[in-house]
């Protein structure tokens, strides 16, 4: 199947892939009181991964009579994964209000890449998958984690709790299988490093005879941030190259309740704030050919400041025949930057959703009718830009594929 990326009526820059994907995972796991206080679990993992991937480019299909691509580009990889880690975590309880929380994984990640770069398979049909295609890149690289955790919590009352905790956390490095890039030195397929996060959160979770209430407030300290820059390319229209690219520091806050307006009404709502900051900046994120403070004051990726929503649930019974269940929710996300050069954006989203469930007594029977996106809000998962021109063909703009308007709709579901 191909995507047509740059959504015009003529054939210009179409795409599209296949993946094989075998994985095997295992978790052994033991949980244990030991003097009524302390509370252990600790276990082994083991997990494997063979995938297969192929893309194919089918580009200026303008530029022949009959709108076959006038130049192709082949490309993809192979990549094996294996990773072994052992884990603990104990939580003690020094009262019956008090208790210390203490973690530890060790991860030990094996990885191992064979790689057709498209560019080298320029008019050259193969597929990866059919094992047709020369690998230019071949490597492998082994990365050693510790994600500890330490935390507290106490506990004011039965249903009044704070907490404090800090936590480390990572992402994998590897490679990129999708290499688009003649300059394999600075824009390659890899091996990019592990990304690591040290969050520190502190919090209460309240809850009442009408609903409850949490709340927190955290730091994420973020280093060797892992991104996928998107490049346009006249060539290849997009290179996709996978970087550590910054350090970074996000502040934020969190709320979230319910609460029981009447016995069958129940208000739910939530918001949040952001405030992220790179700190350090190793790649150059706005494409001006130096690594400065511009880059450094760019906005980070996807990172709203403002979120919010608000909702009703309404539950009725009747009589014998069994209960409806009636919903409605309103959210809100503020504009953020989708690329890493801030040029292209996710506008801001007002989202209302609402729906209505009836469900038989014996609860066989579900009847359900239901409005997703109310307002018809217009919304795109991605913003990536194209290049001015693709090869002599002028392009521009943005590879921006829009999530469905207003839909209504119903279901009906039986079980037995």
């Given at each position: 199947m191909?995507s047509?990326?740059?959504?015009?009526?003529?054939?210009?820059f179409?795409g599209?892939?296949?993946?094989?994907?075998?994985?095997?995972?295992?978790?052994?796991?033991?949980?244990?009181v030991f003097?009524?206080?302390?509370?252990l679990t600790?276990?082994?993992?083991?997990?494997?991964?063979?995938?297969?991937?192929h893309?194919?480019?089918?580009?200026?299909?303008l530029?022949t009579?009959?709108?076959?691509?006038?130049?192709?580009?082949?490309?993809?990889?192979e990549?094996?994964?294996?990773?072994?880690?052992?884990?603990?975590?104990?939580?003690?309880?020094l009262?019956?209000?008090f208790?210390?929380?203490?973690?530890?994984r060790?991860?030990?990640?094996?990885?191992?890449?064979?790689?057709?770069?498209?560019i080298?398979?320029?008019?050259?049909p193969?597929?990866?998958?059919?094992?047709?295609?020369?690998?230019?890149?071949?490597?492998?690289?082994?990365?050693?984690?510790?994600?500890?955790?330490?935390?507290?919590?106490?506990?004011?009352?039965e249903?009044?709790?704070?907490?404090?905790?800090?936590?480390?956390?990572?992402?994998?490095?590897?490679?990129?299988?999708?290499n688009?890039?003649?300059?394999?030195?600075?824009?390659?397929?890899?091996?990019?490093?592990?990304?690591?996060?040290d969050?520190?959160?502190?919090?209460?979770?309240?809850?009442?005879?009408?609903?409850y209430?949490?709340?927190?407030?955290?730091?994420n300290d973020?280093?060797?941030?892992?991104r996928?820059v998107?490049?346009?390319?006249?060539?290849?229209?997009?290179?996709?190259v996978?970087?550590n690219t910054?350090?970074?520091?996000?502040?934020?806050?969190?709320?979230?309740?319910?609460?029981?307006?009447?016995?069958?009404?129940?208000?739910?709502?939530?918001?949040?704030?952001?405030?992220?900051?790179?700190?350090?900046?190793?790649?150059?994120?706005?494409?001006?050919?130096?690594i400065?403070s511009?880059?450094?004051?760019?906005?980070?990726?996807?990172?709203?400041?403002?979120?919010?929503?608000?909702?009703?649930?309404?539950?009725?019974r009747?009589?014998?025949?069994?209960?409806?269940?009636?919903?409605?929710?309103?959210?809100?996300?503020?504009?953020?930057?989708?690329?890493?050069?801030?040029?292209?954006?996710?506008?801001?989203?007002?989202?209302?959703?609402?729906?209505?469930?009836?469900?038989t007594?014996n609860?066989?029977?579900?009847?359900?009718?239901?409005?997703k996106?109310?307002?018809?809000?217009?919304?795109?998962?991605?913003?990536?830009?194209?290049?001015p021109?693709?090869?002599?063909?002028?392009l521009?703009?943005?590879?921006?594929?829009?999530?469905?308007?207003?839909?209504?709709?119903?279901?009906v579901?039986?079980?037995?």
């Amino acid at each position: 199947m191909l995507s047509d990326i740059d959504a015009q009526p003529v054939s210009l820059f179409h795409g599209g892939g296949g993946l094989e994907a075998e994985q095997v995972s295992n978790e052994l796991r033991y949980h244990g009181v030991f003097a009524e206080r302390i509370h252990l679990t600790t276990g082994v993992y083991y997990f494997s991964s063979d995938i297969d991937y192929h893309e194919r480019r089918n580009l200026l299909g303008l530029l022949t009579p009959d709108g076959s691509p006038a130049l192709t580009q082949d490309g993809g990889g192979e990549y094996e994964v294996e990773t072994v880690a052992v884990f603990a975590a104990v939580d003690y309880e020094l009262s019956d209000f008090f208790t210390l929380g203490a973690g530890l994984r060790y991860t030990s990640e094996q990885k191992e890449a064979r790689i057709a770069s498209l560019i080298r398979n320029v008019n050259s049909p193969c597929n990866v998958l059919e094992g047709t295609c020369n690998f230019d890149f071949t490597d492998d690289e082994e990365w050693d984690s510790w994600s500890p955790k330490l935390g507290v919590t106490y506990h004011l009352s039965e249903t009044t709790r704070i907490y404090a905790h800090w936590t480390r956390g990572f992402r994998s490095g590897g490679y990129n299988l999708r290499n688009t890039a003649l300059d394999t030195v600075n824009l390659g397929p890899g091996p990019f490093d592990e990304e690591t996060v040290d969050n520190y959160e502190i919090g209460f979770k309240l809850s009442f005879g009408q609903g409850y209430l949490n709340g927190a407030l955290f730091f994420n300290d973020i280093e060797d941030m892992q991104r996928e820059v998107n490049l346009a390319d006249p060539v290849s229209g997009v290179v996709q190259v996978i970087k550590n690219t910054a350090d970074a520091d996000i502040l934020g806050i969190e709320l979230d309740g319910a609460f029981n307006l009447t016995e069958n009404l129940l208000a739910t709502a939530s918001a949040g704030w952001l405030d992220p900051e790179y700190q350090k900046v190793r790649f150059d994120l706005n494409g001006d050919g130096m690594i400065d403070s511009r880059d450094k004051d760019l906005d980070l990726p996807r990172a709203a400041e403002w979120t919010w929503s608000l909702g009703l649930q309404h539950h009725l019974r009747v009589g014998d025949l069994g209960y409806i269940d009636t919903r409605v929710r309103y959210s809100y996300r503020d504009e953020s930057s989708f690329t890493d050069n801030n040029l292209g954006y996710i506008l801001s989203q007002k989202i209302l959703d609402a729906g209505l469930d009836f469900h038989t007594e014996n609860s066989h029977w579900v009847f359900s009718v239901y409005g997703k996106n109310l307002l018809n809000e217009v919304k795109h998962g991605g913003d990536t830009q194209l290049p001015p021109r693709l090869g002599p063909i002028p392009l521009g703009g943005a590879y921006a594929p829009l999530a469905k308007g207003r839909v209504i709709g119903g279901e009906v579901t039986f079980t037995f």
